[in-house]
């Protein structure tokens, strides 16, 4: 399969006849667009021929496409998001089971890939675990906890070029100084207090940023808009994390261009 793969079209398709009930109409156009998307979620061409033979077969087979893209890119999502956590914890066997489970029953080959390069990423995040030396093809994030995971388990952090350029990046990405950043990293010690800082800063911020954004919505969906915006207010009043700072920013600004209720 070449090209980039737009499933807009037969999204939009598939809304149309399947939730809103307009007929389907076998153009040149739709015949084209069905035979694509099926050969993009591995359905065999004689299938699709034969389907495109009448019109409940062809809107079978717009069901049939539509339920691979939806069902497989929800199996994959929740996967990772599973295989995220177990790999925060520390446990990357769990984290490739959950993977390699999405991946034994997926036949859409955007999918397989996706779940196949996850894959990847963990095996290389595995020689992290086992090396103690970062990997610049990796997330930041990740291999943040699996060196603190290392951390608890009382090895310590190997002083090396690589390693304090990392901690040096992900000190900024947090909001902590270039002065406090030096003087952790002065020592091997002192380095893995630094480690630690980073990720409760990670893990507070998120956190802090994901409770106030649900009450922000709650106060939004019940008119108090004013309400709304103090909890972003009140976010950014202690928040120190760039990122998560200016996700709060954006929400405050999109509630102070929302009109007032009347």
Do not use: C
């Amino acid at each position: 399969m070449t090209g980039k793969i737009d499933w807009v079209p037969i999204r939009t398709l598939a809304r149309r006849v399947l939730e809103q009930g307009e007929p389907l109409e076998l153009t040149d156009k739709v015949h084209a667009l069905l035979r694509r998307s099926a050969r993009e979620v591995a359905i065999p061409a004689k299938d699709v021929e034969k389907a495109l033979h009448s019109l409940p077969t062809a809107t079978a087979l717009l069901r049939k496409i539509s339920r691979r893209i939806r069902v497989g890119s929800r199996r994959l999502m929740d996967a990772k998001l599973r295989a995220d956590r177990l790999s925060d914890a520390g446990n990357l066997k769990g984290a490739r089971e959950q993977i390699a489970k999405a991946l034994a029953v997926e036949v859409v080959p955007l999918y397989r890939k996706h779940a196949k390069k996850a894959l990847a990423n963990l095996a290389r995040l595995q020689k992290v675990a086992t090396s103690g030396r970062v990997d610049p093809k990796l997330s930041e994030h990740s291999q943040l906890f699996i060196l603190l995971h290392r951390l608890d388990q009382g090895k310590h952090l190997k002083p090396t070029k690589g390693m304090r350029a990392f901690l040096r990046h992900a000190a900024a990405e947090v909001g902590i100084s270039e002065a406090e950043t030096k003087e952790d990293l002065a020592s091997q010690g002192s380095a893995g207090a630094l480690l630690r800082k980073i990720v409760e800063r990670r893990r507070k911020g998120r956190r802090r940023l994901e409770r106030a954004l649900l009450r922000m919505m709650d106060l939004r969906d019940a008119g108090d808009l004013e309400g709304a915006r103090q909890q972003m207010r009140d976010l950014l009043a202690v928040e120190v994390v760039p990122v998560y700072r200016q996700a709060a920013e954006e929400n405050l600004a999109g509630l102070e261009e929302s009109p007032p209720t009347s």
